[in-house]
């Protein structure tokens, strides 16, 4: 992993990257190694919806969410809390398990905790 100050903005076309934000309407189907993937691109304490989304938007950026709502579904839980917003750690898992095994499922269940309120089908038996 290489490091800078630099923004991604001066370092890749903008042709190149792609945002990855929970609020866009593109799915993320598979990954480009063409591609440069901005995740984390907020660190907030709390959500505010639509800020990454209009962050990429501002800067003329391609967006993508994870494939969550393709693949999960949302458990039943207590609190009937349900987020399709993750830590950057949580992010980095699921690419990086997708990357390696090619499978959405894997990935998911390997990043996206059940205190997100979403689980893969099989397991809502």
Do not use: C
């Not at 959500?47 to 693949?71: D, F, G, M, N, V």
């Not at 949580?90 to 690419?95: A, E, G, I, M, Y």
């Amino acid at each position: 992993i290489d490091t800078t100050q630099e923004s991604y903005l001066d370092l890749f076309p903008l042709d190149a990257i792609v945002y990855l934000t929970p609020d866009s309407e593109n799915v993320l189907e598979d990954i480009d190694p063409n591609k440069v993937y901005v995740l984390g691109g907020l660190v907030d304490e709390s959500i505010h919806k639509k800020l990454t989304l209009q962050r990429a938007q501002e800067q003329s950026l391609q967006t993508a969410r994870l494939p969550i709502r393709e693949y999960m579904v949302k458990a039943v839980n207590t609190k009937n809390y349900h987020s399709e917003t993750l830590a950057i750690n949580q992010v980095f898992d699921v690419l990086s398990t997708y990357y390696e095994t090619r499978s959405w499922p894997a990935a998911l269940k390997a990043g996206v905790s059940s205190g997100k309120g979403y689980v893969l089908p099989d397991a809502v038996k």
